[in-house]
């Protein structure tokens, strides 16, 4: 029996998340599985990730230790992923998804937050939702891991922080949540809470291994929530959501483009069968733009 060397990216959220993989792994085929950090470049710089480019900043270091074989598959959290294909690297299992909903950390919630309340997010996505729920609110850019982010609430800084509740639930830190969104109020990111298997391409073997953990329901959904984002042509740093799910046997895909002010948004669903996941997602982000959703997207918030 081969110990799987498994790599992760040493925050409390990912040890605990890629603990969670390799449990489950053990289980299902018999093999012993050893976490090896790896500390990537959005662990280290201090920069807002819309600044470094985000896309890749928290995968390609552990993606480079994959390809270097000194681990031999590395868990991420799916969202994190650019959307792009990578070289010589295979996507071999996307797990049973967590909650994918987004989380108000803070005292009360988001309707009793006084006029000026200070919220923190650094994601475009939620500036952008945040706005259209709330537009008196003043809304601060952060960044750093959850328990840093959460620490400004505590100490005052902020009145309260958006973080995604499958996060907080992995850190156990869900005392800190005062509501939870409904995607209908914020949609959340493409993949949020899932996760991301990924190996050599050229691994069968471990292509195989790992697939016993695959989740068809979640591969479908992140498919057509990621094809949405890659033809729009949009990373992290638009305000981008889309959310999918499995309601009785159908795929049902939700996305949205959201003014940077929150002032206007393109929402739109579909449904279709599952096995046609990446069609519905790419037919969904036409009629986005067909919509209006580029140039919304291309759209800057004036200067305050
Ligand atoms: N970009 C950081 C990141 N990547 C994944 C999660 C949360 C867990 C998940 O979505 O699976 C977070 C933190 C957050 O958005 O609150």
Known sequence: MTVLRLGTRKSLMAMTQSQLVADA??????????????TTEGDVSKALLAQIGGTGVFVNALRDTLLGG????????????????????AL?????????????CG??????LPTGARIGTGSPRRVAQLRALRPDLNVVPIRGNADTRLRKVTDGELDAVVLAYAGLKRIDRLEAVA??????Q???????????????ADRADLRELL?????????????????????????CSAPVGAYAAEVEQKLHLTAAVVAHDGSRQVRLSASGHLDEAEQLGRDLAARLLGQGADQLMGERLEPQ
């Open 107 to 112: 005292p009360v919630k988001l309707a009793d």
């Open 25 to 38: 792994l053990s289980e299902r085929t018999g093999h012993a599985v050893e976490l090896v950090g790896v």
């Open 186 to 200: 914020m949609l959340p990111a493409p993949g949020q809470g899932s996760l991301a298997l990924e190996c050599r």
């Open 92 to 104: 071999a299992a996307t797990p049973r998804r967590d909650d994918p909903r987004d989380a108000l």
């Open 211 to 235: 697939g016993t953990v695959d989740d068809r329901a979640t591969r479908a959904a992140v498919t057509a929530e990621r094809t949405v984002l890659a033809v729009l042509e949009a990373g």
């Open 70 to 89: 000194e681990v031999d598959f590395a868990v991420h959290s799916l969202k994190d992923l650019p959307t792009g294909p990578a070289e010589g690297i």
């Open 179 to 184: 509501e939870i969104f409904e995607p209908d």
